[in-house]
């Protein structure tokens, strides 16, 4: 069984300033991470992901993770926020054997930017 | 078309009564998913359908939920007799999948929000 944790339920940062978003997460087997943004009313738009290799990931809109496994995390970050930053942050990982398919999520963070 | 779409986008109901949600996915991916997504629960795995078959259910909350899907593409969740806690976004995600080609990634639609009152 899989979990992930995502302790900040909310984030509120200050236009331009930087931003870290921290997930932690915990499986018996080696996992595939990722994460997903949700702008309001709509569904998730994937923003990176770590499958191997590089333990640093460079997503879209300028979003960075990376990949710790002796702590067990990948926290999200990002160097300067906009204002169309504002959304909500989940945190997922899957199995990477091949047959147990789901992707399990954290609660979410809910990032404010504040002008 | 281009990306994952479900309908319809909002739904009202009445407890007791049953729903459909439709889910197109992404063509020729051949792995789909229904997610909930709820105040209280998060988002929650609910089911995962390989081509027409659902090796995993293990997400379905009780037997008044159940899906199919026809033609390896549309899917449909089935909500019988429904409770105000089932009220909740329910999203689909569909991934390509086959014999030859494999990505780990989940596309999903935009939602159909589901309010039973």
């Known amino acids: 069984a899989q979990s992930v944790t995502q302790l900040d339920s909310q984030v509120p940062v200050f236009e331009e300033a930087p931003v870290e978003l921290r997930c932690n997460y915990s499986s018996s087997v080696s996992v595939y991470l990722f994460w997903y943004v949700q702008y309001p009313n709509q569904g998730l738009q994937l923003l990176l992901k770590?499958?191997?290799?590089?333990?640093l990931v460079k997503g879209i809109n300028g979003f960075e993770a990376e990949f710790n496994k002796s702590q067990t995390s990948f926290h999200l970050r990002k160097p300067s926020v906009h204002i169309s930053d504002t959304a909500e942050y989940f945190c997922a990982v899957s199995d990477q054997w091949f047959g147990n398919e789901k992707l399990t999520f954290g609660t979410g963070t809910r990032l404010t930017i504040i002008p | 078309g281009a990306g994952v779409s479900q309908s319809p986008s909002n739904k009202v109901t009445e407890k007791g009564k049953d729903v459909e949600l439709r889910c197109d996915p992404i063509s020729g991916h051949t792995a789909l998913y229904w997610y909930r997504q709820s105040l209280g629960q998060g988002l929650e795995f609910l089911i995962y359908?390989?081509?027409?078959?659902?090796?995993?259910k293990s997400g379905l909350p009780s037997d008044r939920f159940s899906a199919e899907r026809t033609g390896g593409s549309v899917s449909t969740l089935t909500i019988q007799r429904t409770q105000q806690e089932d009220s909740a976004v329910y999203l689909c995600a569909s991934r390509l999948k086959d014999g030859l080609q494999y990505q780990e990634t989940q596309y999903f639609g935009p939602g159909t929000r589901l309010l039973v009152l």
């Open positions: 770590y499958l191997s290799g590089s333990t």
């Open positions: 359908f390989q081509g027409n078959s659902a090796p995993d």
